[in-house]
């Protein structure tokens, strides 16, 4: 609510300078000191009083505690368009037509303001015009905060005011009022007063009371009130209550939701107290109950400090009770999330994103984004960051949590630290850039430790062990290993690497980039290997010892740019440009394998006396030199079309462009030392964008060189066919097979065939101008959710996504995957919307889960029934509830159903 004290104290400060006038038409002064007549008025008004018996009346007690005024700050400015006439023997100053007052960034207009010194009262008022309409209605503006009236009186000695026809808002929060009576201490008395966050003059829904009390910077007080719709009274209401003051968090009951779900039955479902703990901290305790017996707890936070950080805490646990029937099985899932973003700009920086939970808590908590519902894999990470100023040095330290719900695996990352020197280049002197490749020779230095432990055996090596975790590739339930057993998989160790790289130009048009990089382990253990005859078995010696392994290797690569142009005199097609850029890059590194390097051991492995070469360091964080000499040459290819055209729609010489294909490349490389398989696979990917940016297409896939041999087929027990095979050493063009196999290849296709939809979005933050910090972060989130909201503006959009993956490996049969989702909506009118979400199953010749919601648009309110007709999650979801004027700017409305958490 507007602080109406602003007002009072800029009344008062009038009335304790005069004003210094003449007449006229269109009159225009300024104050900046009294004159002696108005002093005079000031000074003999001390003593009068108001003869009626009124709130503004003055008495001794009230005079006594009157605070002494102090000089003007700035100078008064007033103005009117009709006159401005003073009445010296009755002390009265008159501004008739559109009257206007500025004070600093005070101001005050109406169709008509009287100070009156005798009475120590000045008024102000709207006129009447010849059709009975009030215009001019005073105003008083205190920056960007409005204060509406239809007639005000103030007392500028007792600090006293009755003001009629009250309307004011701050925040999502509109006050109305027939009366308001002002004492000096600035609270309000306001009768039969309209509590609401509607802004209509009519609003759809208010809090009726006959007496409102309003504490200034403390709270609301309403004696007996009751909820009116439409001014049609409810039976909802109480004695008395308390209600937010504006711009001040207050604590109060959240109700309920309500609707029926198929698994768990009917609901009670958010329902608890929010506790606005201050300004800076809010809790929400809230619960759900299901008629079949389940029940659930959350609890969430939010904390924002100004100019520093904000962030949201939220934990959930879910206790359920026959999800499938006939099974009374008990399943306690939970889940925790945490955000934290710093604001602040300095050398540090801390940030969280923490996400994780039970496996099946997506499954059985399904949200409203299905897509969350379907995901499997879920990151989790703290860290903290910072620069030591005036040296190149930075660093970061974190932890991390990898979790897969399907599968169970854990990876956590505890403790993660990483030191980084930023790129420097020695032989470059002064500020000038560098123009020779001796002054762009750079290098810099990355030193990462981390502790992993993970409940993922590292996997069996193809023969007999003891004695160390190699059995086999399983993943062992967190429940199962506890704490203490995670950690005692724990692998760690520190990797310092150092890159060296400079450029150089070769016959103008190649760039020729050569550089070297350096690689350091250590680990604090290392493996020994030994065979033992009498358990014909691998034994693994876990040896505690610093070790120390280290690997380099160099490389080059040519760069270019080449250009075609084919220009039409054709009016349509004017030109097509393609440009092409090759680039062909060579590396080199030893075989640290080898006995000299002292990394592999050569040990027996079976019975027969056969042999492998095995590292110290299998399995370890940060993996082991790599075995094998290497020289290879990488080759790549890209390609981007456009052609430029002219329409008759235009309507200036100058033509459009237009992309044929973004890219179009492929890649692969040749090692020459390598005793087989040379040449890698081939790779080769496209995207493109058609029908006016319409539809978006890409593709990639991979190019097998190799040809297969068949060895046999077979069937196991449950009937499933197996193929014995072998990948042989010979291109499939030498024996008249083509280019090679295509093993796996994808095509995603993606479209919105209502351009209307797109436009609005990229225009959507220009025309709402600056935002607050909170509504930064809701709009961020309408952003990432499209589907969860209604946009009445957009009469109709369609939006589908085609995906199809494709993977054959030689004999094997073709693994061919499709996946359709579509989503659209229609508004009926200007206040209905349907929309709706689906897809389709190809391997079951099915739908998936399906959405239907109806949405209505009631201005400050929101209704909207959700259904879903079938599948695991079937339900429906009747909600109406106010939302926030954020919304109302942006003409969309959320979609809340009953799986919104």
């Not at 007080?221 to 004695?239: L, N, R, V, W």
């Not at 305790?285 to 707890?297: D, H, N, P, V």
């Not at 392994?549 to 440009?577: C, D, M, P, V």
């Amino acid at each position: 609510m507007l602080k109406l004290k602003h007002l009072f104290l800029f009344l008062l400060w009038i009335s304790a300078v005069g004003l210094n006038v003449s007449y006229g038409q269109k009159g225009n002064n300024a104050i900046s000191q009294p004159d002696s007549l108005a002093q005079n008025m000031v000074n003999d008004s001390t003593q009068s009083s108001i003869s009626s018996a009124d709130s503004l009346s003055v008495s001794a007690d009230s005079l006594a505690r009157e605070k002494e005024i102090g000089d003007i700050e700035t100078t008064i400015q007033y103005s009117a368009v009709d006159s401005i006439r003073m009445d010296i023997p009755n002390q009265i100053v008159k501004l008739y037509g559109d009257a206007k007052i500025v004070y600093g960034k005070i101001e005050l207009t109406a169709a008509e303001i009287e100070i009156n010194y005798s009475t120590q009262i000045i008024s102000a008022k709207g006129s009447v015009d010849s059709l009975g309409n009030t215009r001019g209605k005073p105003v008083f503006q205190d920056g960007n905060e409005t204060f509406e009236t239809d007639d005000m009186k103030y007392n500028f000695q007792s600090k006293k005011a009755i003001i009629d026809g009250v309307v004011t808002q701050q925040g999502d929060a509109v006050l109305q009022g027939s009366k308001v009576f002002k004492n000096q201490y600035d609270e309000l008395f306001i009768k039969d007063a309209k509590y609401t966050t509607c802004n209509l003059a009519n609003p759809h829904f208010h809090i009726q009371s006959s007496k409102l009390k309003v504490i200034p910077g403390n709270k609301v007080i309403s004696g007996p009130f009751h909820i009116k719709i439409k001014d049609i009274p409810t039976p909802i209401g109480f004695a008395f209550g308390m209600f937010p003051v504006p711009k001040k968090k207050v604590s109060g009951v959240i109700f309920p939701s309500y609707g029926e779900e198929k698994r768990r039955g009917f609901f009670l479902k958010n329902g608890g107290y929010y506790f606005a703990v201050n300004d800076y901290v809010d809790l929400q305790l809230t619960g759900e109950i299901y008629s079949k017996g389940s029940w659930g707890l959350s609890a969430a936070s939010s904390y924002n400090k100004r100019y520093s950080y904000t962030g949201r805490f939220s934990a959930r646990y879910n206790n359920q009770t026959g999800l499938t029937e006939g099974d009374s099985t008990v399943i306690n899932d939970f889940w925790v999330n945490w955000s934290h973003s710093p604001k602040s700009k300095g050398s540090s920086r801390f940030s969280a994103s923490v996400n994780a939970g039970s496996s099946t808590y997506n499954q059985n908590n399904p949200t409203a984004d299905l897509r969350n519902t379907l995901n499997q894999d879920f990151n989790s990470s703290v860290s903290y960051s910072t620069t030591f100023k005036g040296t190149p040095f930075s660093m970061n330290a974190s932890s991390r949590l990898q979790q897969n719900v399907n599968t169970g695996l854990v990876n956590l990352l505890l403790p993660e630290l990483s030191l980084n020197m930023s790129r420097i280049y020695p032989f470059k002197f002064g500020a000038t850039s560098a123009k020779n490749w001796i002054q762009k020779i750079s290098f810099s230095w990355n030193m990462n430790s981390t502790n992993r432990a993970s409940n993922k055996a590292i996997g069996s090596p193809g023969f007999p062990v003891v004695g160390y975790n190699l059995e086999n590739d399983t993943i062992v339930p967190v429940s199962a290993l506890g704490l203490a057993g995670l950690w005692e998989r724990a692998q760690n160790g520190v990797r310092h690497q150092i890159p060296i790289s400079t450029s150089m130009n070769m016959f103008k048009f190649i760039t020729f980039s050569p550089s070297f990089n350096y690689s350091e382990l250590w680990y604090f253990k290392e493996l020994n290997y030994r065979w033992i005859d009498e358990e014909a078995a691998v034994k693994v010696d876990t040896v505690n010892k610093f070790s120390r392994a280290f690997q380099y290797s160099g490389s080059g690569s040519f760069n270019t740019r080449l250009y075609g142009t084919l220009n039409f005199k054709g009016e349509k097609i004017q030109a097509i440009r393609h440009v092409m850029i090759p680039s062909v890059s060579m590396s080199f590194s030893p075989d640290f394998s080898d006995e000299k390097y002292g990394y592999y051991q050569d040990v027996q492995i079976d019975t027969l006396g056969n042999t492998r070469r095995l590292s110290k360091y299998q399995g370890f964080v940060y993996g082991t030199p790599s075995a094998g000499q290497n020289a290879s040459v990488s080759f790549a290819l890209s390609n981007n079309v456009e052609m430029k055209v002219k329409t008759k729609k235009d309507t200036t010489d100058k033509a459009r462009k237009v992309v044929i294909f973004d890219n179009i490349s492929l890649n692969s490389s040749y090692n020459f030392l390598a005793d087989s398989f040379q040449l890698a696979p081939v790779r080769i990917s496209a995207r493109t964008k058609i029908f006016n940016k319409k539809l978006d297409i890409s593709f990639n896939s991979t190019l097998d060189p190799y040809i297969y041999q068949l060895d046999s087929i077979y069937f196991t027990s449950n009937g499933d066919k197996k193929v014995a095979q072998r990948r042989r050493n010979i291109y499939a063009w030498d024996i008249g097979e083509g280019f090679g196999q295509l093993t796996q290849a994808t095509l995603a296709l993606g479209m919105s065939l209502n351009p209307k939809a797109r436009d609005k979005n990229n225009k959507r933050e220009e025309e709402l101008g600056p935002l607050s910090a909170e509504e930064e972060l809701q709009l961020e989130f309408i952003k990432n959710n499209p589907e969860l909201y209604v946009d009445f503006s957009i009469p109709w959009d369609l939006r589908f996504n085609y995906n199809v993956s494709y993977r054959k490996r030689g004999f094997e049969d073709a693994d061919i995957i499709q996946a359709l989702t579509f989503s659209g909506s229609i508004t009926f009118t200007e206040k209905w919307n349907m929309s709706f979400s689906s897809g389709f199953d190809f391997e079951s010749l099915a739908f998936t889960q399906t959405n239907f919601n109806i949405s209505r648009d009631l201005h400050c309110w929101q209704m909207n029934f959700s259904w879903v007709p079938f599948g695991r999650y079937q339900s429906y979801y009747l909600t109406i509830n106010a939302k926030s004027s954020l919304l109302q700017d942006l003409k969309v409305n959320k979609q809340r159903s009953w799986f919104d958490n």
